[in-house]
């Protein structure tokens, strides 16, 4: 199994915009809270966002190449 760590790009833009919705809209459901992110548009506005800044550092997680 390869483990890589690398810095976050916008090619990776979709697959960690779905995992933060995912994890997120699952935390808040399971304490019912309401959505900080209501929606993966919304996630994937704000992680572009970030992964756009120069003074932002991402980390992105790969498997084997797949986030």
Known sequence: MAIEFCRSEVSHLP????IIFEAF??????HGFADDIPDLATASMITGMLIARPDFYGSTL???GKI
């Open 15 to 18: 697959e960690i915009a779905r």
């Open 62 to 64: 790969t498997l084997e």
């Open 25 to 30: 809209h699952a935390l808040n459901q399971r």
